[in-house]
């Protein structure tokens, strides 16, 4: 059986999805803020999803949408200007769910419940 590094996230997109052409084939990129249990404990994932998938979450995906994405994560390696050896983790989508908006989340902040508003 062969290893595998699987990953699923929710999260909301942090900027919106950027496509590139890559031969007969299509790439899109765009990173994921995951929220934690703390305030301030936010993680971001630098993701990308090829073909159709992709195409998808460009379709109808913006920066603060609210997502769900499964996939892999690949390592990418490279050399800096200054010569050094550097690593950077990447999720490789292969399946996403569309998940709240930020409109809806948004909204459900302002909304303040005042005990004058209660019908009871």
Do not use: H
Not at 33 to 46: C, L, T
Not at 87 to 113: C, F, I, W, Y
Request: glycine residues 10%; neutral net charge; contains cysteine.
């Amino acid at each position: 059986m062969a290893d595998l590094a699987t990953i699923t996230l929710t999260g909301r997109l942090g900027r919106d999805p950027e496509v590139k052409n890559v031969g007969d084939n299509s790439v899109t990129s765009f990173s994921l803020a995951v929220s934690g249990f703390k305030k301030d404990d936010v993680s971001w994932f630098n993701c990308e999803a090829w073909g159709k998938v992709g195409e998808i979450i460009a379709q109808y995906c913006s920066k603060g949408k609210q997502v769900g994405v499964g996939g892999t994560i690949k390592i990418d390696n490279w050399t800096d200007k200054d010569g050094n050896n550097r690593q950077t983790p990447k999720v490789n989508v292969r399946e996403m769910t569309l998940l709240g908006s930020a409109d809806e989340s948004k909204q459900a902040q302002k909304q303040e419940v005042k005990s004058d508003d209660i019908p009871f």
